[in-house]
């Protein structure tokens, strides 16, 4: 089988982002969804939250892109990346992983290629499923979809899950199959107490 490319896979939009409203200005656009936001947040006298709700819209906004796409990786085998028709906000609809200045929202360009590079690391829970308290036990299959040039050698993968003295960590062996995604192995753990 032929690498495959996926196109627009399961997106949402962040919440438009007040703090950005001076690039608007200085490419003499109007910022319409900007506007609407503030308008909205200052009847409700909620303006003051307006820069927290856009980073903390644009942290969810980025979790959920990587578990979608970790998702399309895992199904279809051969898939070698997602091609990005809302990589880049376009004008009302935020929904890329660049503002529509092809500047940084949240991740630079190395972090995003952890989710959509030639080599990827992925789990199987869905974005619904990643919501742990300390004590909770944790089973995860984890994957490597490679297609990079030259593959990935067969290695180990080392984790840690927490810090300091309640960290608890391990490392699985693999060896994986190129130009495809592959099972690694299975992590079973408990959340450290916090």
């Given at each position: 089988s032929l690498p495959m490319i996926q196109h627009e896979y399961r997106w949402w939009t962040s919440f438009p982002d007040v703090r950005i409203k001076k690039k608007y200005k200085d490419a003499g656009l109007r910022p319409i969804e900007i506007d609407l936001a503030e308008e909205a947040a200052a009847e409700a006298g909620l303006q003051h939250l307006l820069p927290a709700v856009a980073h903390n819209s644009q942290r969810i906004h980025f979790s959920e892109m990587k578990a979608k796409m970790d998702r399309c990786r895992r199904n279809f085998k051969f898939l070698a990346?997602?091609?990005?028709?809302?990589?880049?906000?376009?004008?009302?609809?935020?929904?890329?992983?660049?503002?529509?200045?092809?500047?940084?929202?949240?991740?630079?360009?190395?972090t995003w290629l952890q989710t959509n590079g030639d080599t990827v690391l992925l789990m199987d829970h869905e974005f619904e499923d990643r919501m742990y308290t300390s004590g909770d036990k944790l089973t995860v299959n984890m994957s490597i979809s490679d297609f990079a040039?030259?593959?990935?050698?067969?290695?180990?993968?080392?984790w840690k899950l927490g810090s300091g003295r309640s960290a608890v960590s391990g490392s699985l062996k693999f060896k994986h199959t190129p130009f495809c995604t592959s099972s690694l192995g299975v992590i079973k753990t408990k959340f450290p107490e916090t």
């Open positions: 990346g997602l091609c990005h028709y809302c990589g880049v906000d376009i004008h009302c609809a935020p929904m890329g992983v660049l503002d529509m200045f092809y500047e940084k929202k949240l991740v630079d360009a190395e040039h030259p593959p990935l050698k067969p290695g180990r993968l080392e």
